[in-house]
């Protein structure tokens, strides 16, 4: 199977570059007073944005901590005045809420409105971010983050991948440790979306799909993390099973396929490449799948989760019982 480089067009990298890099000028010439710093992460800084598809991980922290409305409202503004212009799909990524659409889709599109998955931009101030200890200080988000996020996740990928679009380079100051029940959080995660896709599925078929893809993409990203391969540049060996992927296109699967998971090949199963494959190509193409395909593959998702965590759950008893 192989994906064939025009889902990764530079055109689309350079368009989406060339929004960030106006939504962070026009931000800071109207606060050049307040803007700390501006730090991207996600899809847009490993260059794997896809129009319509990706959503775009901005982080704007202000230098005082009353001036976050003013500035996450006009951000915002700055935002879907860009979207315009660029043509990146953001609308459909992150949707607003539409009466004409009936009570159940609002009120799920109301939800997501909520979370972090749709939200554009994150507009924090600077007590809301511990960065050097790599928690979620902010009063709205505290106990979700405590219960819910793996910010060892979240704050080592913007050590990991995270760029810097303006003022001081915060990912120097960013020391974390990965707790148990960090570690706990990081393997439910994937299930938490996938719990999503299933209420969605009625309503939205492709945020379905979409939420399920998510899923087994995070679960992958979830046993990366147990084995610290995101701390690492690069592996020396490689296992070459899908070697009609490009390294250029799949850069997640490069660690996947690295010599730690190729130890544990016989305990995940083949069916594990198979939907880990399946659900890339349904993140870059986003077919329309039928009902019962829909269910497939949700099975799928879910005995490949199950495996993940299998693997995760070993080596952290294995981890305690050391110590």
Not at 66 to 78: K, Q
Request: positive net charge; contains cysteine; proline residues 3%.
């Amino acid at each position: 199977m192989g994906f064939k480089m025009k889902h990764f067009l530079e055109k689309d990298q350079k368009k989406v570059s060339l929004f960030i890099k106006e939504l962070a000028k026009k931000l800071v010439e109207e606060f050049p007073k307040e803007i700390d710093f501006i730090i991207l992460y996600g899809s847009a800084a490993r260059k794997e944005f896809i129009p319509g598809v990706s959503d775009i991980d901005l982080i704007i922290q202000t230098k005082h901590q009353e001036s976050v409305p003013i500035v996450e409202r006009r951000a915002l503004e700055i935002f879907w005045q860009l979207n315009k212009k660029y043509r990146l799909g953001f609308e459909r990524v992150c949707k607003q809420q539409n009466s004409k659409e009936g009570f159940i889709p609002n009120l799920l599109k109301a939800i997501e409105k909520q979370t972090p998955l749709f939200k554009p931009i994150f507009v924090f101030g600077p007590e809301d971010l511990d960065w050097r200890h790599g928690e979620i200080k902010h009063k709205k988000l505290f106990l979700k983050a405590k219960l819910f996020a793996c910010q060892y996740s979240i704050f080592s990928h913007f050590k990991k991948e995270g760029k810097i679009i303006y003022g001081r380079d915060i990912r120097k100051e960013i020391k974390v440790k990965f707790s148990l029940w960090e570690k706990i959080k990081n393997f439910l995660i994937p299930f938490y979306l996938l719990f999503g896709s299933i209420i969605l599925t009625p309503f939205f078929p492709k945020r379905s799909l979409n939420y399920m893809t998510k899923s087994v993409i995070w679960g992958m990203e979830s046993l990366l993390l147990e084995y610290d391969i995101i701390t690492k540049s690069s592996t020396d060996k490689k296992a070459k099973i899908f070697k009609k992927i490009s390294q250029k296109e799949i850069e997640l699967l490069e660690k996947c396929l690295s010599v730690i998971l190729k130890e544990k090949r016989k305990e995940l199963g083949r069916s594990f490449f198979k939907t880990l494959s399946k659900a890339i190509e349904y993140k870059l193409n986003q077919p329309s799948l039928s009902f019962t395909k829909r269910l497939k593959f949700l099975i799928e998702v879910w005995i490949f989760l199950l495996g993940v965590n299998l693997v995760g759950i070993k080596r952290i008893l294995r981890e305690i019982k050391l110590k």
